[in-house]
């Protein structure tokens, strides 16, 4: 087999041939060819043209043949581009074998791939050598194009029978049934309620947490990462407003009774000192990971978390929060832009088979309806995020509403946070109580007051 190797793009013509031979001659070789190889992985401009011709056809329903490719090829005003009806007719003895068809698309498909990386190293010396150009935003975008190389399998490794489906359904809900503690099968959240509702965190999962400044997100997903973590699950916590030395802050403080204002300035006792040295050293040992990058990129974001899950070191994300993500392409408006990360965060959840917790703002539109209760429709930017997401919870704290008592459920609202399920796509919706100290560097189960317990005590005879 001839390899040729032209302006540092390497090729095998005769390779290319055979496949398009055998699209033109054999019935099945076209959608067979179709599953592993396009348009652009054919080096040869003519060939990208003709195979590009017999998908055009094969689309449309109609026969693909030497003749029909020829038309097309006519259609297109393209057939002496490709060398005539001659070209397209002898291309019909270069077919050595169709039971080589998959092969010979697979080593097609190879050497695209060695063009593209090439091209992408060329690239990349060329701007590692111009002074004037960021090194930074070249590294990121060569990570982002072999991410894009490391991904481009063939289409029939998505394509299961349903013998396969079902082989695989029966087989996680028996491992299901092996590993669930209390009915949590996934992640545990750290909430009771919350685990009822949801078996934990579930792999692929994308789950948004969204609230108002001020109502807890950020509070309620370090809970989230903690918990996770103290189950050792690896977890990467991408934070995109507060820094790691805040977030350090907080997770010690909801491990220990020092009060967060003494701690923020300086006024501890030797014996205070004493505890918070204890609590850094037990959660040293914690497997989470931090990335505090200021105005990270979702591409960053996606980047840093298959590298870390490819070391297993990363079995849950969390982003605190969507809306100060940037994407790299610019001329878009915000809610696009919004809309583009909550794609890619869908698809890192399902590449990865993780879960994957975003939290997001809510607008103003709550502020003006009776008790601020939120809305899935509060959402900024909601479109997109209501269609990807797997689970919306939204926190709401009624007493910043002025609220004293919880209508539903009866409970006193201070030190009291909700959780609005307000979308689960393999669930119930519903509502989670929690419990939070003043300053939220502390949640857990709510409890109910003794004067609750007193008045509903005829419920627990």
Known sequence: MEKRTENNNPSVPE?????????????????????????????????VEIYRAAMALYGRGEAVDILTVTEELKRMDALERVGGPYYIAQLSGKLASSVHLEQHCHILRMYYLRRELIRLLAGMQAQALDPTVDLYDTIIDTQRELTRLMEDTPLQNNLHTMAEVMDVT???????????????????TGLR????????????????????????KTALDLFFAKQAAMADVPVVYFTL???????????MLSECDIDPN????????????????????????????????????????????????????????????????RVMTGGRNREQEVAECSRKLKALARRLDCPVIVSSQLNRQAESRPGQIPQINDLRESG??????????????????????????????????????????????????????????????????????????????
């Open 15 to 47: 390779i290319e041939e055979a496949v398009l031979g055998a699209c033109l001659i054999e019935r099945n070789a076209l959608p067979e060819a179709m599953k592993i190889i396009r348009p652009e992985m054919f080096h040869m401009d003519i060939h």
């Open 170 to 188: 029966l087989g996680e809900g028996v491992e299901r049934m092996r590993k669930s503690v209390n009915g949590v099968t996934g992640i545990p």
């Open 193 to 216: 309620d919350l685990d009822e509702l949801t078996g934990g965190w579930q792999r692929g999962n994308v789950i948004y947490t969204a609230a108002r400044p001020g109502d807890g």
């Open 241 to 251: 407003e507060m820094s790691a030395r805040e977030v350090g802050d907080r997770w």
């Open 262 to 325: 003494a701690w923020k300035g300086g006024r501890l006792t030797d014996a205070e000192l004493e505890t918070a040295r204890i609590t850094t050293e037990r959660m040293k040992q914690l497997p989470i990971h931090v990335d505090d990058t200021p105005y990270i990129s979702i591409d960053e974001i996606c980047l840093t978390a298959k590298s870390l899950h490819a070391k297993g070191l990363c079995r849950l994300v969390l982003v605190d929060y969507l809306q100060l993500c």
């Open 384 to 461: 997109a995020i209501e269609q990807d997401a797997d689970i919306v919870m939204l926190l709401y704290r009624p007493k910043r509403a002025g609220i004293q008592t919880d209508k539903e459920s009866g409970y006193a609202t201070e030190g009291l946070g909700i959780g609005i399920i307000a979308k689960h796509r393999n669930g119930e919706t519903g509502k989670v109580y929690y419990g939070h100290n003043r300053s939220m560097t502390k949640i857990g189960d709510y409890v109910p007051t003794a004067e609750w317990l007193m008045k509903n005590v005829r419920l627990f005879r």
